[in-house]
């Protein structure tokens, strides 16, 4: 359903307060923990750039050695661990973070890293939760709850004094991050009609994340104090009280649950905003197949959870491929965030161009997305991710380096917006809400390592961008793969889906140049039709479990939890790395975080017209190439450069991917399949502090993780289907049939040229698709309804319940044979 030009901007607006929580709450542990580098050690050290231990002390008598003229130390003086504290050197980071005021050092130095990886437990909680909340109680309610819990936790992480309370609070922070994003976002692209959805999905996080991420350090110089920084991020959480007078509840939803009467009055609401008069035939229509649809659904006496994701074959494979390029992009979207502070040049201004590639990846994805579609430009911006990402490690540190990873940032920016609207697109709507918060929840999974990624940069400065470098190719490739090998037919037989084996066997004509005998085929439907037997309606509950109970679902679901756990992992390596890149954390950080604004400006861009496939897979790949060739170069700014770019990268899949899986899951367990990806993502965010936190055995190892992760994650969106210029799907069913005459090397920028066999198909190549249909689909552009948007309640209500009548048709001509 669309609201009209007015409403529209409306939307656009109310993405204002949850992008810059988001990018708030995000970033915000990267200034906080900040371990300066540590002045005070006496045994001289061979590990690291240190000439002395910065954790040992010798244990003698100094007066007595004065005394009998000794100036040099002895070897074989015991030594002990610090017994007098540590001073700080301030050059760097010129105020007290939590780390350096509760001295988190030598051995407690990986408290930092566990504080984030406790947050991201609470975003895997949280995903649950609130996604599970939005699909039964409604999107508003969800919306407004887990901006008070952030708010709250958030003031109160400003009075934290041990590492406890400290994580304590970070924990119930990281319940409502994310969520308050993306039930906005949910909301938000359920309103908004295909043609404007790329442009309000990703101009919005080009805008606003983009600006409040590059302002954050220095708001952190300009409070210069964490516990007034942790306070004046925690107080745009309690803005979020005002959403109920901008944005009503989503008339989507309210027409899955029945409620016909309040989604009509909402679409009366916006004829007064847009000063327009809907038909009373569509008002009529409307009413008639929403009433047709709650029969049916009555009829079927169950409720829907995510687990129906993983009850039919495409929309099970759908489901896993989503959660797996999920997984990717956010793993090597939060290893590019955290990532940042190894690149070898100055943390706060790489964090702003890191940041600051948000900009040009969205408004590049809204340029292009509906244009070459979602499966080939995910694919493509995660590929081109973890290449930059590679291609980082094997340059010189420092500004070289960190231009690439910046560059692989960039392209996985584009990924994660293609893969936020990518999973939205996918999943039917009666689990959409449950089925993204899946693929997030998976996501964050993937996320949890991100800091461990980046912690690497210890061991080798190189090894975060080469692993980002990896994960973004391979993410963005895995979405090609359900092309390359078809399901077995004998399977599709046994599990009664006889279309599907025969469209794999007129597959196969085609292939071999044969021609199959009509005989065959029509022997073959009518011994197979014999070997059904029909299954007894279940009365259930839909929960985010569905997800996983049909193939294509259950493989959407999964592949977008891993790849979002990619892009969390490396997102969130980059944003962390940025103190271990060797250059000014200030200028770095900048920097870096300013990389939103071009990434999202070009994800703008291009979204709509590359798709979120092959945007996603190349961005993320790129991000993994870049950080990888951070890793290969001198660190500092070479390095740095080349992470930066890296975190450009990534931002660009990130975005993809927030998109990605709201598109891809149904409506009734959206909510709960977002959250549970973007809980995955956080479980994987959980890594990325430990990730940065290698940085101290090798300056290389951050980046190389994020390299190899973003690499791979970006192959994964290759394995998805695409969703530009297509309907989200209602129901499971919808989510299982969508995208699935989609070939591997589908891309919207290419399209297939018409076949003689379309003939049988008059519909195909000629309008814009249905997910509610068997018919084959293609990328075409949009075209206005009678009310301004291609997206109406009312389009995808008949479409389903065309679907449903033809369902019935099928088992009736079943039980005749």
Request: neutral net charge.
């Amino acid at each position: 359903m669309s609201s009209g030009c007015e409403g529209q901007r409306s939307r656009f607006v109310a993405m204002i307060i949850q992008a810059v929580i988001l990018s708030f709450e995000h970033l915000w542990q990267s200034l906080r923990v900040v371990r300066s580098q540590r002045a005070l050690a006496i045994p001289p050290s061979n590990n690291g750039p240190y000439s002395h231990d910065r954790c040992k002390m010798y244990s003698t008598d100094f007066a007595q050695a004065l005394a009998e003229g000794r100036t040099t130390p002895d070897d074989e003086w015991a030594v002990v661990p610090c017994q007098f504290g540590w001073e700080y050197n301030r050059s760097d980071v010129p105020y007290d973070t939590i780390a350096s005021e509760l001295d988190w050092v030598c051995e407690k130095d990986n408290l930092a890293a566990t504080a984030q990886a406790i947050f991201f437990c609470g975003a895997i909680v949280g995903g649950l939760v609130f996604g599970w909340i939005a699909d039964k109680y409604g999107r508003i309610p969800a919306l407004v709850g887990t901006n008070l819990l952030g708010f709250i936790a958030g003031v109160g992480t400003s009075f934290c004094d041990s590492f406890l309370t400290f994580a304590l609070c970070r924990f119930f922070v990281g319940l409502a991050f994310d969520n308050c994003f993306t039930m906005m976002y949910i909301l938000v692209l359920e309103y908004v009609g295909p043609k404007w959805r790329t442009f309000v999905a990703n101009m919005s996080i080009a805008l606003f994340f983009t600006l409040a991420a590059s302002l954050l350090p220095w708001i952190a110089l300009w409070a210069d104090d964490w516990r007034m920084f942790a306070l004046g991020t925690s107080l745009p959480f309690a803005l979020a009280i005002l959403t109920p007078w901008m944005v009503p509840e989503s008339a989507r939803w309210l027409v899955s649950q029945g409620k016909i009467d309040k989604a009509l009055t909402i679409m009366k609401k916006f004829e007064r905003i847009n000063k327009t008069k809907i038909p009373e035939k569509v008002l009529s229509d409307f009413t008639e197949s929403s009433l047709k649809t709650i029969k049916e659904s009555e009829a079927e006496c169950r409720t829907y959870s995510v687990l129906d994701l993983f009850k039919t074959p495409r929309l099970r494979r759908n489901a896993i491929l989503l959660i797996i390029i999920w997984m990717a992009i956010s793993l090597v979207f939060d290893g590019h965030v955290r990532n940042v502070g190894s690149l070898g040049l100055d943390i706060f201004l790489t964090f702003t161009i890191a940041s600051a590639t948000e900009l040009p990846a969205d408004t590049f994805l809204t340029a292009v997305l509906d244009r070459w579609g979602r499966r080939w430009l995910a694919c493509g911006s995660m590929v081109i991710s973890g290449i930059f990402s590679l291609l980082a490690t094997a340059v010189p540190a420092g500004g070289p380096s960190a231009s690439l990873a910046i560059m692989g940032r960039f392209a996985v920016n584009i990924s994660y917006n293609i893969g936020l609207q990518y999973a939205a697109e996918l999943l039917p709507t009666v689990v959409r809400a449950q089925g993204v918060a899946l693929i997030h929840i998976m996501g964050y999974v993937a996320s949890i390592v991100a800091p461990f990624v980046v912690y690497l940069a210890n061991i080798s400065q190189d090894l975060p961008l080469l692993i980002l470098g990896v994960l973004g190719v391979a993410g963005g490739l895995a979405i090609l793969t359900p092309w390359m090998v078809p399901e077995s037919a004998r399977w599709l037989v046994s599990q009664g889906k006889i279309d599907k084996a025969l469209t794999i066997m007129k597959k196969f004509e085609r292939i071999n140049k044969t021609k199959i005998p009509e005989k065959v085929l029509s022997d073959f439907t009518e011994s197979s039709l014999k070997t059904i037997k029909e299954s007894e309606a279940e009365c259930r509950t839909y929960s985010v479990l569905d997800l996983f109970k049909t193939p294509r679902l259950r493989r959407n679901a999964i592949l977008l939890i891993i790849i979002w756990m990619a892009i969390s992992l490396v997102f969130d390596g980059h944003v962390r790395n940025v103190g271990s890149l060797g250059l000014d954390i200030f200028l770095t950080f900048t920097i870096a975080s300013a990389t939103e604004l071009p990434a999202d400006t070009f994800l703008t861009a291009v979204l709509d017209r590359w798709g979120r496939r092959w945007l996603a897979c190349g961005s993320m790949v790129i991000s993994g190439i870049f950080s990888l060739l951070a890793t290969a170069v001198p660190a500092g700014g070479p390095s740095a450069s080349l992470a930066i770019m890296g975190r450009f990268a990534v931002n660009i899949s990130y975005n993809i991917g927030l998109q990605y899986a709201a598109e891809l899951l149904p409506t009734v367990v959206r909510a709960q399949g977002v959250a549970l990806i973007h809980i995955m993502g956080y479980v994987a965010s959980i890594v990325a502090p430990f990730v940065v936190y290698l940085a101290n055995i090798s300056q290389d190892l951050p980046l190389l993780i994020l390299g190899v992760l973003g690499v791979a994650g970006g192959l994964l969106c290759l394995f998805l289907p695409e969703t530009m210029d297509t309907e989200m799907p209602q129901t499971l069913q919808d989510g299982e049939n969508f995208g699935k005459d989609q070939r591997f090397w589908d891309n919207p920028c290419f399209p297939r040229k018409k076949a003689e066999s379309d003939e049988e198909h008059p519909g195909k190549y000629t309008k814009r698709p249905s997910v509610s249909t068997n018919e084959p689909q293609e990328f075409v552009r949009a075209v206005p309804s009678a009310i301004g948007s291609r997206a109406s309640i009312r389009a995808s209500i008949r479409a389903s319940t065309r679907a449903s009548a033809r369902r019935r048709e099928v088992n009736k001509d079943r039980n005749i044979v």
